[in-house]
Each structure stands twice: as C-alpha cells, then as structure tokens.
C-alpha cells in the first residue's frame, strides 16, 4: 500500500503562483510513476500532470503547459506540482496519484492506470 499526502493547497489571486507538494509513503518511492489531477464539481477528474520515476520524463495537459512544473524528490519521497501565472479556471481539488512502473522512463496521463491517491488539497484562484 502507498499512502500519499497533499499539501500547499489555498486561495491566490489571478497570476500569482502555489506550490504543491506530495508525501508518499509505504513503498520505495523510486518504483513509483507520479501524477497530479484535479477536479470540480460536476466533471471528470482532469489530468494535469505526470512524471516518470526516473524524473526524466514530464508531460502536461495543454491547459497548463508552459505554467506548471512537476518535480520529484526521491530522496525526500515527495513529488512537486509549481503552479504559476494562475487562471479562475485553475480552480479545483488537486489530487496526488503514484502508480508502480516497471518502466522508469514512462508516464501516463490516464487516471484508471493510477493505483494509489491522496485526499486532494483544494485550490482556488479569485479573478
């Protein structure tokens, strides 16, 4: 079992900027894929962001390329979401997903390939 654990979630303006971190806990944090998704109310959880184990691979949905970074600290067992330039649109439940990969090179931005989530941590940008 992996238990993960968000944080870094608030309130910001338009433009500015959160950072939002992912403890992992419960199995060798380098055999995990991460990912980061969100959600509001009424729709399907989104992809936002993903990162192999290695770290070396990212992808972004469009939405936020350019704007947001993922990162990992396997040292630390924690993954990274930099949130900048911040839209109202950007407003949801962030949520925290580690998949195991034999792969340490691959991502994947499919929710249902995802094993383990976190409780989310609620985001909301005022305009």
């Known amino acids: 079992q992996v238990q993960l654990v968000e944080s870094g979630g608030g309130l910001v303006q338009a433009g500015g900027s959160l950072r939002l971190s992912c403890a992992a806990s419960g199995r060798t944090f380098s055999m995990l894929s991460m990912g980061w998704f969100r959600q509001v109310p009424g729709k399907e959880r989104e992809f936002v962001a993903a990162?192999?184990?290695?770290?070396?691979?990212?992808e972004y949905a469009d939405s936020v390329k350019g704007r947001f970074t993922i990162s990992r600290d396997n040292a630390k067992n924690s993954v990274y979401l930099q949130m900048n330039s911040l839209k109202p649109e950007d407003t949801a439940v962030y949520y925290c997903?580690?998949?195991?990969?034999?792969?340490?090179?691959?991502?994947?931005?499919?929710?249902?390939?995802?094993?383990?989530w976190g409780q989310g941590t609620q985001v909301t940008v005022s305009s």
């Open positions: 990162i192999s184990r290695s770290g070396g691979t990212t």
């Open positions: 997903a580690a998949r195991t990969s034999m792969n340490r090179v691959v991502t994947s931005r499919r929710a249902y390939e995802y094993d383990y």
